[in-house]
Each structure stands twice: as C-alpha cells, then as structure tokens.
C-alpha cells in the first residue's frame, strides 16, 4: 500500500501484563488466517505489534484510511470476537476494554518521507 495524503499512519501502545508476555508471544505464532484477511478486509495495512519484553509495552503500528472505520468494521467481525476475547487474558486493562478497544493513537507531529 502506498502512503498518500489520505493514508492515515497509526500508532498505540498497550500494556501487557509482564507476567504473562511469554504466553502472549506464543499466541501470535500462528495467527488465525480468518483473523489476517478480517484485518484486511476492514482496512488495515502494513500492520505491526512491537514489544519491549522487560515490562509489556506493546507498540502497535498500522496505515488505514479511515482508523475509526477501520475499528469500527474489525469491531463488527465474529473472528475478532472470539481473537478479543482470548487475548484480553495477556493485557492490563484497568477499564476492563478488549485490547481492540483500549487502542488511543498518539498524535503524530512528524514525518520523514
């Protein structure tokens, strides 16, 4: 996908609970092929999870057009249901939010083309 004017370039962090990023881990090894083309299919491009291992800071990386419709379509898929609902068990999440739903893009304020 090429990045144009429209393109928006997401990122987010969430926090795994340190205890249990060895578990969260190996739950991405293999990732639902149904899961891959939801994300897809809802927009989601050049996609990236990123991990600092000492404390579970997971940096999230992606380019959409539209990152609320792209939620909002992920949002309405039984595959993400079923992904949300297992991965929930590896984050901290003091409002009880899926992972899906805690993601808050930080403001970008530069861009190197």
């Known amino acids: ?21 060895g578990d969260y881990l190996k739950a991405h090894e293999t990732v639902w092929p149904d899961m891959l083309e939801a994300l897809r299919a809802a927009g989601w491009h050049n996609y990236s999870l990123f991990l600092r291992a000492d404390d579970g800071l997971v940096v999230g990386y992606l380019e959409t057009d539209d990152f609320d419709k792209a939620r909002e379509r992920m949002a309405g898929t039984e595959v993400n249901a079923r992904w949300q609902a297992g991965m929930a068990q590896y984050f901290l999440s003091p409002d009880g939010d899926h992972p899906d739903e805690a993601m808050q893009p930080l403001a970008e304020y530069f861009h190197l083309d």
């Open 1 to 21: 996908m090429n990045t144009t004017a429209a393109t928006q370039r997401v990122c987010f962090l969430l926090q795994l609970r340190p205890d249990r990023v």
